[in-house]
């Protein structure tokens, strides 16, 4: 069950955090995991410590919010392992100029750019270059990953952040329905609050959650490896809540 051997995947933003665990998920079920990251060292760390597991992985680091640099890169990565049959679209937060926070009323109109780029048409971007080719083979998945924050809104000012995420759902659902006589599927994962690197904010986010706990990397990939299986061949065009009881739609 869950089997992904033979299967090539391309995970954005996972040089670190839910995408390093989502790509150690996937290759341990026995997929070719292509590492993307903006900053090409973390991309490296992360093929280290699959590689140094006995799994295969390659890195290919892109900005994703560049189309013509997502296509080149995922042509080459390509051609080094086999052609995509499982997107997962990872990077996010505020893209490599990091998130600008504050009061909608109060923030400038040029940071939005930033948030909505890689969160919206980073997602759209590594679709493109990739979903030609799922639906030629007749496989394929796409997997985006997302945030409360663009179902149910936050009030942390990120406000531009809830756009691109928001509008990131809108676009993986659309597509869901264009693709799926092909044999491919798009779900979008809306995650909760995560784990931090200061354990004491962490456990003040804790206190807000209904299981008292924030999500962990293994949490979003554990999902994403179902998703991707062929277990999940009839589930698609969904968004589906994971976050401790959080949110509820």
């Known amino acids: 069950m869950f089997d992904l051997t033979d299967r090539v995947a391309l995970v954005t933003g996972a040089g670190q955090g839910v995408g390093a665990g989502i790509?150690?998920?996937?290759?341990?079920?026995?997929a070719t995991v292509i590492v993307n990251d903006v900053v090409p060292e973390r991309a490296v760390e992360t093929v280290r410590s699959l590689t140094d597991a006995g799994r295969t992985a390659i890195t290919a680091s892109f900005d994703v919010t560049d189309l013509d640099a997502v296509v080149a890169g995922v042509r080459a990565a390509e051609a080094e392992v086999g052609p995509v049959d499982v997107l997962v679209n990872n990077a996010g937060n505020g893209g490599a100029a990091g998130m600008p926070v504050g009061s909608f009323r109060d923030l400038d109109p040029a940071s939005w750019d930033g948030p909505i780029r890689v969160n919206l048409y980073g997602v759209m971007h590594c679709a493109?270059?990739?979903?030609?080719?799922?639906?030629?083979?007749?496989?394929?998945?796409?997997?985006?990953?997302?945030?409360?924050?663009?179902?149910?809104?936050?009030?942390?000012?990120?406000?531009?952040?809830?756009?691109?995420?928001?509008?990131?759902?809108?676009?993986?659902?659309?597509?869901?329905?264009?693709?799926?006589?092909?044999?491919?599927?798009?779900?979008?994962?809306?995650?909760?609050?995560?784990?931090?690197?200061?354990?004491?904010?962490?456990?003040?986010?804790?206190?807000s959650i209904p299981m008292r706990r924030t999500g962990t990397p293994a949490d979003i990939a554990a999902a994403c490896v179902w998703l991707a299986s062929d277990e999940a061949g009839w589930v698609t065009g969904q968004t589906i809540e994971i976050n401790g009881g959080s949110v509820t739609t």
């Open 128 to 207: 493109k270059a990739v979903v030609d080719g799922m639906c030629e083979r007749g496989r394929g998945r796409v997997i985006t990953i997302s945030s409360g924050a663009g179902t149910a809104g936050v009030s942390i000012g990120v406000s531009p952040y809830s756009a691109g995420k928001g509008g990131g759902i809108a676009f993986t659902r659309t597509l869901a329905l264009e693709v799926a006589r092909f044999g491919v599927t798009a779900n979008t994962l809306a995650i909760g609050l995560m784990e931090l690197p200061d354990p004491t904010i962490t456990e003040s986010l804790a206190r």
């Open 23 to 30: 790509a150690a998920a996937l290759a341990e079920q026995g």
